[in-house]
């Protein structure tokens, strides 16, 4: 496990680890639901990327019981049920990552591949506004990034907030105004999302993110009054 984030304050935590090998090590871990869920998964590798995220959640949460218990939302957004922490899962085939934090704060988290997008002109033109190509043009230039790594970073940083949200809306509802020189990053929403946030009694906290050689980290925190 890597941890990538953790403020005892704010009771976030957020890191990474491995896919496990082999999901029946978790199994103990489990509730009977949780057990039900990973049975109805299909294919292995998902059912192990379920699995380590489970386990990872449970970990940084410090209670391994099978009492606590990973369930979902109707728009997919994962919640312990307990509901004394918000909690977001991001995974790939060989990765995890995972962010819990203490309401009435939610997270969302995502975890991307750096070289994920292979056609950069037609994954810009289908999420990406006009005023976000200058935008990715510049942190392209900053983070000496080809286009497709930046494009990578653009969508991992909208999922992370779509996520966070848990309200069920697409990526061009966000725009990326501004990438600051300390990886946090200034989000503008669609006259539709600011109305849905002002309804839920949403506001924003902050959005960042980290990346390495392979993959890009993101991470969103929004406060629910």
């Keep these: 496990m890597e941890v990538l984030e953790n403020d005892e304050e704010l009771g976030l935590s957020v890191a990474c680890s491995p896919v496990c090998k082999n999901p ?7 509730s009977k639901e ?29 209670n391994l019981s099978k009492h606590t218990k990973i369930e979902y939302t109707k728009t997919g957004k994962p919640y312990f ?16 990552m995972v962010g819990i934090i203490k309401l009435p704060y939610k997270i969302g988290v995502d ?25 990715l043009k510049k942190i392209c230039y900053n983070y000496k990034f080809p286009v497709n790594k930046g494009l990578a970073l653009f969508w991992s940083i ?7 949200l848990g309200l069920g809306l697409k990526t061009r ?41 392979e993959n890009v980290y993101s991470r969103c925190i929004i406060k629910s009054e």
């Design 24 to 30: 029946q090590e978790f199994v103990k871990f489990f």
């Design 34 to 62: 949780e057990c039900q869920q990973l049975n109805s998964v299909k294919g292995i590798s998902l059912k192990k990327q379920r699995a380590s995220a489970y386990y990872l959640a449970k970990k940084l949460k410090g």
């Design 81 to 96: 049920n307990n509901q004394d922490y918000d909690l977001s899962i991001s995974h790939k085939a060989d990765k995890i």
């Design 111 to 135: 975890l991307e591949y750096l070289n994920t997008i292979a056609d950069g002109g037609v994954f810009a033109k289908y999420f990406l506004k006009d005023a976000e190509k200058i935008v």
């Design 158 to 164: 909208k999922e992370s907030v779509l996520k966070c």
């Design 173 to 213: 509802e966000i725009s990326i105004i501004n990438i600051n020189d300390n990886n946090f990053v200034d989000i503008g929403f669609s006259g539709n999302l600011k109305r849905l946030m002002k309804k839920n009694k949403l506001e924003i906290e902050n959005v960042t993110f980290r990346y390495d050689d």
